[in-house]
């Protein structure tokens, strides 16, 4: 008697928990997979281990003590969280910031975005498998620019630098030579990431082809940032709605071809030499002058009213909607989280690739639970 | 406040969705246009299908507490156009205020719309999958809602104490908050300044 080749066997899918405490979720993040062998079925997120009611918290603080709040929902690019809130804020009370003010916060932004972006690709390593070097190499780049918000801000996180109108004070004398002795060392930098990391054959291996996600999808589940870039949409705040001075520097919007992992980190890559472009060129713009309006009322209030404010953090949209009804504190604060946002398209990106990759697509889209969760 | 630099005037998307679907604006502002809360899918598929306003993302979905009412508000923009649109729904029930979900149009309202169900309370019909995000399945209040009082308040047992302390704003005058002693802020130090100086008592 001869088996059938045929024979069919029973399957059983698993269902594995990750996180929430696990060093490959960022933070504290959980997700539920069912897995077929070693496919990936289905991808449940949970989240809300991190929140804090920044939202309530924000109406019953005035607009000096917000502004500092808002870094501890983004603490990885606490300048670009600010810098929605206090633009927010400048809306609806009318400030004009000075020109000097103005160039200061675009350096300083975009120096958090290389810091931000350091932290992704050392992360990343760790993720794709390629222990220690760019982790420490990462934290190397990244410790000198946190340096230098130490100089000038007092703080190495939670900077609340930026204030409603302006900047809290002046940058040190020595700023713009400690900003060019930064980039020196970010350009090196970069380049070193390139090299260990781009021309990797086994880190191309491994993620190029995984977790594609086409222009129309990312579209439709709300991307922004890099993530949304990877796949082809030039989508980016700065270029559609020039704030600050983006207008008057000359930089691109980097997109790759394919959404896969490999451009989502490539794009990233390639848009901090952007950065490097830009604060080169605040920097050679920068005049002396003052950093917050003549006529600053000692008590801020805004005019009622609504207003949307978004710019581009590292993660991408990063907006603020905020309700006036008159008064020194809104009456109602929304901060749109560009990573809440990427998050609902990973059960799209991950289903049908492999667990490890899973790992990967959720590291692609460089996730910081404490903007998600608020 | 003048709209954005990008921002389509409420006017002119009002008037295209008035001869498309009639009677399914009920106000329109400079920013923002006002529409009848059970219409409100069908506003933004018109909005995302139509040429001329391409409205292809859902950038932000978020809703207010307006005492009396809900306004649910949706931040749409076209990628092609550069343009954004501001759309609100009035959710006139305040006690058990219910919409349509708008993730057929739009995948990106999956989670987002979980996030204000959680925390204001509001629910979407036709979502897929309509669970607490961020808070507890069994949490009693919805915080965000403007009567939001603790959960101590709310179960009459002994909780965190942090949870007690939220001030919120009296319904009947909006101006005044109830627990107010509890805010610090400069406003409050500026008036006590004040009454400091002039009476000098009180302290």
């Given amino acids: 008697m001869v088996a059938s080749p045929q024979h069919e066997f029973e399957t059983q899918d698993l269902l594995i928990n990750v996180g929430p405490q696990h060093p490959s979720t960022?933070?504290?993040?959980?997700?539920?997979?069912?897995?077929?062998?070693e496919v990936v079925k289905d991808v449940v997120p949970y989240i809300g281990y991190l929140h804090r009611g920044a939202e309530k918290l924000c109406e019953t603080m005035d607009f000096r003590q917000g502004s500092g709040f808002m870094d501890r929902t983004e603490y990885l690019a606490a300048h670009n969280a600010e810098l929605s809130y206090v633009m927010a804020v400048e809306a609806l009370a009318g400030l004009e910031v000075p020109e000097r003010a103005q160039w200061i916060r675009m350096i300083l932004c975009e120096l958090n975005r290389l810091s931000s972006h350091f932290m992704f690709l050392g992360a990343f390593g760790i993720d794709v498998g390629v222990f220690g070097t760019p982790f420490i190499y990462a934290w190397r780049e990244r410790e000198a620019i946190i340096d230098l918000f130490e100089e000038i801000s007092g703080d190495r996180m939670m900077y609340a630098y930026f204030r409603p109108g302006g900047l809290a004070w002046d940058v040190p004398l020595n700023f713009k030579e400690r900003v060019r002795e930064v980039l020196k060392s970010t350009r090196q930098g970069i380049k070193d990431f390139d090299e260990l990391l781009t021309q990797n054959e086994i880190f191309r291996a491994r993620t190029e082809g995984v977790g594609t996600i086409s222009a129309e999808d990312a579209i439709d589940w709300g991307m922004s940032g890099p993530s949304i870039r990877a796949s082809g949409v030039p989508l980016d705040v700065r270029r559609e709605e020039p704030y600050l001075k983006y207008a008057d520097v000359d930089w691109d919007v980097i997109t790759g071809e394919n959404g896969d992992v490999f451009d989502r980190y490539y794009c990233r890559l390639l848009e901090m030499r952007e950065s490097v472009k830009i604060i080169e060129q605040c920097l050679e713009?920068?005049?002396?002058?003052?950093?917050?309006?003549?006529?600053?009322?000692?008590?801020l209030r805004a005019a009622?009213?609504?207003?949307?404010?978004?710019?581009?953090?590292p993660r991408g949209e990063y907006g603020i909607y905020m309700v006036s009804k008159g008064g020194n504190r809104p009456y109602r604060l929304k901060v749109r989280s560009a990573c809440l946002s990427n998050l609902q398209a990973l059960r799209q990106m991950s289903v049908d690739q492999y667990v490890a990759d899973a790992i990967l697509v959720l590291g692609s889209i460089d996730i910081v639970l404490s903007e998600v969760d608020r | 406040m003048p709209a954005g630099p990008h921002q389509l005037l409420g006017h002119r998307v009002a008037d295209a969705l008035e001869a498309a679907l009639p009677g399914a604006v009920i106000g329109r502002h400079v920013e923002w246009i006002e529409v009848r809360s059970d219409r409100v899918r069908d506003v933004l598929r018109w909005l995302h299908d139509s040429e001329s306003f391409d409205a292809a993302q859902l950038s932000n979905l978020?809703?207010?507490?307006?005492?009396?009412h809900f306004e649910v508000v949706y931040h749409l923009q076209s990628l092609d156009l550069n343009h954004q649109i501001v759309v609100k729904a009035i959710v006139e029930d305040h006690e058990n205020p219910l919409l349509p979900s708008v993730y057929p149009v739009y995948k990106g309202a999956l989670l987002q719309e979980r996030e204000v169900y959680d925390l204001m309370g509001i629910r979407f019909d036709g979502h897929p999958d309509l669970r607490r995000l961020f808070l507890w399945e069994g949490y009693p209040a919805f915080p965000l809602r403007k009567d939001f009082l603790s959960l101590g308040q709310i179960t009459g047992k002994a909780v965190n104490p942090g949870l007690q302390r939220f001030p919120f704003e009296d319904k009947e005058s909006p101006d005044r908050m109830l627990n107010a002693g509890n805010i610090v802020t400069g406003e409050r130090e500026a008036s006590a300044?004040?009454?400091?100086?002039?009476?000098?008592?009180?302290?």
């Avoid at chain 1, 009622?304 to 953090?313: D, S, W």
């Avoid at chain 2, 300044?193 to 302290?203: C, L, Q, T, Y």
Wanted: net charge neutral; aromatic share 4%; glycine share 16%.
């Fill in chain 1, 26 to 37: 960022h933070g504290v993040f959980r997700m539920v997979l069912t897995i077929d062998g």
């Fill in chain 2, 62 to 68: 978020t809703s207010v507490d307006r005492h009396t």
């Fill in chain 1, 285 to 299: 713009r920068l005049e002396s002058g003052i950093i917050v309006p003549d006529k600053m009322p000692r008590m």
């Fill in chain 1, 304 to 313: 009622p009213g609504e207003v949307y404010i978004r710019t581009e953090a």
């Fill in chain 2, 193 to 203: 300044g004040n009454a400091g100086g002039s009476a000098g008592a009180g302290h």
